[in-house]
């Protein structure tokens, strides 16, 4: 069964603080993507990464990084939080194997920046 | 700006009643269009696809149209039930896979028991 987590439900962080958010999934993906979901905004791509070591910025990757290390971790980082990044950050995988591929998302991370 | 539009936040409909979510799109390089269902504290989960090469694309209670002319596309729910209140993204790509998305807003579907 297709399963992607995220290492965190919840988290309440500073401003300044530097966070990690950890997503993983265990269905052997070579892509993997970080969204904020916001209100009216709906989901929009912050990073992506087609392989390990790799990484390309989405629409709004100012103030984040990611790392891929391992095929199957993707890990965004908020150098210094800042309140405007209170938000859902949700992190998704696909395949390229099947051109006609769906990403496949993880619960969330429902993150507030005080 | 938005690509991918959707403009109505939210749509009410009675159970067993259809409902139409509507979304536009104004890239013309989209080629790939995907429906996106997501409950409260959960992720995204996919709902159905559909290639520009086809017009309809039925699986169940759900079918997507698209109008390339128009750049639009539909999904109707019929019979629709009260657990299909959730909300509803549409998606689209320019690659022909889901390599390569972008989400619209969403529209909050509400069924009424």
């Known amino acids: 069964d297709v399963k992607v987590t995220q290492s965190s439900r919840y988290l309440v962080k500073r401003t300044g603080e530097k966070v990690f958010l950890e997503c993983v999934q265990d269905?052997?993906?070579?892509?993997m993507f970080w969204y904020r979901q916001d209100p009216g905004l709906g989901l929009r791509l912050i990073y992506f990464s087609y392989d390990v070591k790799m990484k390309e910025k989405g629409d709004i990757p100012e103030g984040y990084s990611v790392s891929r290390e391992k095929k199957e971790r993707f890990s965004l980082i908020l150098e210094s939080a800042s309140t405007n990044q209170t938000s859902m950050y949700l992190c998704?995988?696909?395949?390229?194997?099947?051109?006609?591929?769906?990403?496949?998302f993880g619960p969330g991370t429902r993150l507030l920046v005080l | 700006d938005q690509q991918v539009k959707q403009n109505s936040p939210s749509l009410s409909v009675q159970e067993g009643r259809i409902s139409i979510l509507n979304c536009d799109y104004t890239?013309?390089?989209?080629?790939?269009f995907l429906w996106y269902k997501k409950y409260p504290a959960e992720g995204p989960t996919f709902l159905i696809s559909i290639s520009s090469i086809k017009d309809k694309n039925e699986d169940g209670r759900f079918t997507v149209f698209l109008n390339k002319s128009a750049k639009h596309l539909s999904l109707h729910i019929v019979p629709s039930q009260p657990g299909d209140s959730a909300v509803y993204f549409c998606a689209a790509s320019p690659t022909g896979s889901a390599r390569q998305l972008t989400f619209g807003s969403g529209t909050q579907l509400t069924v009424l028991p």
């Open positions: 269905m052997d993906h070579e892509n």
């Open positions: 890239n013309s390089m989209f080629d790939y």
């Open positions: 998704a995988s696909s395949s390229v194997r099947g051109a006609r591929e769906t990403q496949y």
